[in-house]
């Protein structure tokens, strides 16, 4: 049975897209295209055409204060932990609420000895300037510095609820908690490493030695009080 003109006229046509609906999604896939090709190393060359551009745009740095320093950073001490934090929600299974970092951290520890806090009766000499007797008090440990070129993140897992708000956050995937974590962990790791021992045997060498050099056959340091 065939269709006759009229019936053929009749039939509804399937209706046809405009150009300005075609245009925008052939545009899309092309770049979609260009991207992949760049990033597989297909298409040479198109890494500089979507390349990033890094650009410094901070202002001069302003000196804010000047402080005179009179200690004496006899030793110091490099550290390095592995950190690891978990936070859960409660009733809320990790898929949703939660996360956990593995965090690299590496840093410093100084110790010193403040040679500004020496009494002006913590230093005495015989009257032919040949023996000398010096009162220090005992050194200490400086804030554990973290080295950003040292430490780094092994693994981030966050919820699905934690992405979102790293998402509308300012600062996405902060990782302040970690790194003030591991500073807690090598400042403790410092109070057992001896460097306290080590700086005041360092000052001591260093004051032995400058005071041989003036004349002085005996020099004694003494530390607690002073």
Known sequence: MTLTEAERKQEPRAPRRSWWIK?????????????????????????????????????????????DMSRYEAASGNFQVVVDLEKDAKFLPDAIRGSRMLYVGAGTVGSYVDLGRTAKSGVTVNKDRTVATIRLPHAVLAKPAIDPDRSYAVSKQRGL??????????????????????????????????????????????????????????????????
């Open 161 to 226: 609820l934690d992405r979102l708000g790293d998402f509308f956050s300012d600062n996405p995937n902060n990782e302040h908690a970690v790194q003030k974590l591991a500073a807690q962990h090598i400042g403790e790791a410092a109070k057992d490493s001896g460097l306290v021992a080590r700086a005041e045997k360092n000052t001591t060498s260093m004051l032995q030695g400058l005071l041989h050099s003036l004349g002085f056959k005996q020099v004694t340091v003494v530390y607690g009080k002073s």
């Open 23 to 67: 245009a925008p999604v052939a545009l899309v896939l092309v770049l979609a295209l260009l991207l992949l090709g760049s990033r597989l190393d297909l298409l040479p060359g198109l890494g500089d055409v979507f390349g990033e551009k890094t650009q410094d745009r901070s202002g001069p740095a302003l000196l804010k204060s000047i402080q």
